[in-house]
């Protein structure tokens, strides 16, 4: 069984609109992060949350909003999607604190086209 | 911020031969160094990491190797097998934070 929950598996958007990714992890972990892998710019950190709180901010775009409803939920907002925002988008997740920290696990990832 | 960069973007050997991945990077108080594998049309999974307080570290066919002078680690993939046969990332965790940069990937293909 996957223990991190990425949906869509696939997504397709029009220029302009808003798409929500959604990211659940059942491995008991209090950090969860947002990943990109795209031709361009293979596996660009995007953000980290630790407790719900942001941690991380890699990303310039103010486009790009995370939401974290449960402390194993981080969903990525993503609005006035544009062509470059093409991506495979992947969430992780690990624990904060300790030397287990580290360790990130990935989810499936959600191959978004603009 | 950190960089990583990582050498060879593709690397093809023979089965049973061995396979090395060179990564450096840049900023001085990165400790921990970890490597993922990619297979084919699937997420990333942890193999091996090594933390800067020692300088060689293996796990059955997997060797990493720290150079903290020289800013560079490496992976060595002894007795390939073709289910090796993957997208190979390094990265760092820099000093200031929790989130792992990663290097552009190495495909290695392990031929029979």
């Known amino acids: 069984d996957p223990k991190i929950i990425q949906k869509p598996k696939y997504l397709v958007a029009v220029t302009g609109s808003e798409k929500i990714l959604i990211c659940e992890q059942y491995?008991?972990?209090?950090?969860m992060y947002w990943y990109r892998q795209s031709a361009k710019k293979p596996l660009e950190f995007m953000f980290s949350?630790?407790?719900?709180?942001?941690?991380d901010n890699q990303t310039a775009s103010s486009r790009f909003q995370p939401q974290s409803s449960k402390k194993n939920h981080l969903d990525l907002q993503i609005t006035a999607l544009k062509p470059d925002d093409s991506a495979t988008y992947f969430c992780?997740?690990?624990?904060?604190?300790?030397?287990?920290?580290?360790?990130?696990?990935f989810g499936s990832g959600t191959r978004l086209t603009v | 911020g950190e960089k990583v960069e990582q050498h060879e973007s593709t690397l093809s050997v023979r089965e049973g031969d061995s396979a090395v991945i060179n990564c450096t990077y840049t900023d001085t108080a990165s400790s921990y160094f970890p490597w993922y594998k990619q297979e084919a049309g699937k997420s990333l999974h942890f193999v091996i990491d090594?933390?800067?307080?020692?300088d060689r570290k293996q796990s059955q066919r997997l060797i990493v190797l720290l150079d903290k002078k020289a800013k560079r680690f490496s992976l060595h993939i002894t007795a390939t097998q073709p289910e090796d046969s993957a997208i190979y990332f390094c990265a760092a965790r820099y000093q200031g934070g929790r989130a792992l940069i990663f290097g552009t990937g190495t495909t290695v293909s392990v031929s029979p």
């Open positions: 992780a997740s690990s624990h904060w604190g300790g030397r287990d920290a580290e360790t990130l696990y």
């Open positions: 491995l008991g972990h209090n950090a």
């Open positions: 090594i933390r800067s307080n020692v």
């Open positions: 949350y630790s407790y719900q709180k942001l941690m």
